[in-house]
């Protein structure tokens, strides 16, 4: 059973669609106890950081998700908040990934946000990538991003001639910018690659 935290945040009726087409029991829940007992646990979201990091603060969700040993994946801005802070509200996040969150430059990428496909490029050991070949192309929607980082970048993309994280890594904890639940085969295929990882 995957558990998909609740913290009104999400576009979780299409996760939850895209994790069942592929057979996997979904629950939508804020509770300790079955964030904790899950088989793995999808974080997705959309929206601001600040008034994200509100609703964490008001379920008690920051400790719970500190706590999490099994394959966790933060989507979209739950991949955001699992960072050390924003410049979206200027706020301090839940820290599992030391890096900060950072505005596009808007001398620099023309168009913000980036709203469409682009491709990935993967580290090439990375697990939830397997069977993804590489500049494989995905859905985006965000105006904010991590970083390249010399430890925690899974794998990156390129906008206007400028390179981020498109996905990180701490120990069981990924992230990804994109929208998997969007991507086609691609992305239903990092989907079914997360359902195998072990603990």
Known sequence: MTAMIDYNAGNVFSVSAAFRRLGEEVVLTSDRETILSADRVVFPGVGYASAAMDEIAKRNLAEVISLVEKPFLGICLGMQLLCRSSQEGDVDMLGVVDAPVLRFDSQQCRKIPQIGW???YAQPDSQLFDGIGQGSWFFFDHSYYVPLLDEGTEARTEYYGFWYSSAIT????????FH?????????????NFLSLEA
């Open 180 to 192: 998997p639940e969007k991507s086609g085969k691609a992305g239903e295929r990092l989907l079914a």
């Open 170 to 177: 701490r120990g069981n904890f990924h992230g990804v910018q």
């Open 118 to 120: 682009n491709r990935v």
